[in-house]
């Protein structure tokens, strides 16, 4: 059957004290429109319509990538009036309305409802233990006969502990129908989309229920703290499933995947590491405290020690690296490598067993297999204006405190003398230094501090 979406997310969200748009909020680093739009997507639907209203602008600029009709709802006149924006692209037979604040609303509930609703009008509902400030569904006999909200309920009424979660999908020519025969007269003075149950209930077309059974799916986001208790029943969903794949984390509850993270088997990961994009950990990986990894993968074996920073990078197999390590985009580092602290790579291939231990900085370089790298070494890649390639062969030794000021290549097997600033090619297995001859002055008077 031919679905139009509706989303609704013309609401200003006053409680998330924010300036921005409530909807763009982030769920494991995933905007909470974004849910929404890709399970509608999974529907297959004729076209998506998104009723903005409150920084419609940003909302819209925000998925710009996404084929998606928008439309602005001018003043926020209650989700009835908001749904009527929508007629002109409600091409689908039928219509399904979904919120931009409900973002983990799952498709097969979804596919359920609209397979009962089909000629007519199905509601989602869920059996809420406290159903204070939600609609409530009214039946009489069993049958669906209308639905109150919180704020029009009498005493019995208040009882009812079946909800509307607020997503419905209707017949879309009913639907079209019914919109233009709500009115505002109610409590709230406002057009209640709920009101089509009651119009549906007189037209004697068939209405229909499915009740959803995780209530985090069918969970509107109000404020931080809603958000914050999501962000965790959504983190403990993705270590769960870590965990019955054989991982082990140190503690679940402090742990962060905003993103994919792949493992393979005997992974092991200590407290407060946060993984964001496309991460993969190999067999037998260990990640130490408080790391942060952003779509790199790590290979087999390798340890990563507390506190490293790794983006957009590869670390081979076998590897160690840290603590206190930072790998910025473009860094490749063969297998049996050793990579110590304070120690920062960017846009660099280093080959096997190669050793970079302490306090260095090593961009845009090629760096051999067997090299030792000494304390304090910097590739000078910067010019003020262009950047220049470090070339450093295999087997070289550079002694401490070193500057390699590129473009320059280090030939194979050379070796460095410490405090040496290199602005020449060194031929292979040669030493060259660069630094002063050291004397040493007998005798001499130390400065005296005046009076
Ligand atoms: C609505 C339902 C209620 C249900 C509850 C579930 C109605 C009348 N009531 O109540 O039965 O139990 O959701 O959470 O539908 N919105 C617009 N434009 C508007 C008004 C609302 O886009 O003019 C959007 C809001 O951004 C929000 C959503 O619709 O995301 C729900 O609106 P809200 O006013 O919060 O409805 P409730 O009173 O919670
Ligand atoms: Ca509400």
Not at 189 to 202: N, P, Q, R, S
Not at 237 to 254: H, I, N
Not at 275 to 293: D, Q, R
Request: aromatic fraction near 6%.
């Amino acid at each position: 059957m031919s679905l139009s979406v509706v989303i609704l997310a013309a609401g200003k969200g006053t409680r998330m004290r924010s300036d921005q748009p409530k909807v763009l909020h982030q769920l494991a680093h995933q905007s909470m429109l974004q849910y929404v739009i890709n399970v509608a997507k999974n529907l297959n639907p004729e076209n998506i319509t998104i009723i903005v209203g409150y920084q419609a602008a940003e909302v819209e600029e925000a998925f710009k990538h996404e084929r998606l009709n928008w439309v602005i709802q001018k003043e926020q006149l209650g989700t009835g009036d908001a749904v009527k924006y929508a007629i002109p692209h409600l091409f689908g037979k039928q219509s399904i309305i979904l919120y931009g604040d409900v973002p983990l609303v799952q498709l097969e509930d979804l596919s359920q409802l609209l397979k009962l609703s089909v000629g007519g009008l199905g509601i989602l509902t869920f059996i809420k233990n406290n159903p204070t400030g939600y609609g409530r569904i009214n039946r009489v006999d069993d049958g669906i006969v209308g639905i109150v909200e919180e704020k029009d309920c009498n005493q019995v009424q208040k009882e009812i502990r079946e909800i509307n979660t607020g997503i419905m999908a209707v017949d879309t020519k009913y639907l079209v129908k019914w919109l233009a025969l709500i009115s505002n007269n109610n409590s709230q003075k406002e057009y209640y989309l709920t009101d089509i149950v009651g119009l549906a209930k007189k037209d004697k077309v068939k209405i229909g229920s499915f009740e959803a059974k995780s209530e985090i799916t069918v969970s509107g986001i109000n404020s931080k703290i809603e958000l914050a208790m999501m962000e965790r029943a959504v983190q403990l969903k993705k270590t769960d499933a870590l965990m019955e794949a054989g991982v082990t984390l140190m503690d679940p509850a402090r742990t962060d995947i905003r993103g994919k993270l792949d493992c393979g088997s005997d992974v092991v990961i200590d407290v407060g590491c946060i993984f964001e994009g496309s991460v993969k950990l190999g067999k037998n990986v260990k990640i130490g405290a408080y790391v942060f990894l952003k779509d790199c993968a790590i290979l087999d074996n390798s340890v990563i020690e507390p506190y490293c920073h790794i983006v957009s990078s590869e670390v081979g197999s076998n590897n160690r690296v840290g603590p206190y390590a930072r790998l910025r985009p473009g860094t490749t580092l063969s297998r049996d490598v050793h990579i110590g602290n304070f120690v920062e790579i960017k846009n660099s291939k280093v080959g096997r067993g190669t050793k970079i231990n302490h306090l260095s900085y090593v961009g845009d370089s090629l760096v051999g297999n067997l090299v030792n790298v000494g304390a304090g070494t910097i590739t000078c890649n910067y010019d003020g204006v262009n950047k220049h390639q470090t070339i450093i062969e295999d087997n070289v030794f550079i002694g401490s405190n070193t500057q390699l000021v590129a473009p320059v290549i280090i030939g194979q097997g050379a070796t460095i003398g410490a405090g040496s600033t290199i602005t020449k090619d060194a031929p292979a297995d040669t030493l060259s230094i660069s630094r002063a001859k050291q004397t040493s002055i007998p005798n001499w008077e130390k400065p005296k501090k005046k009076k």
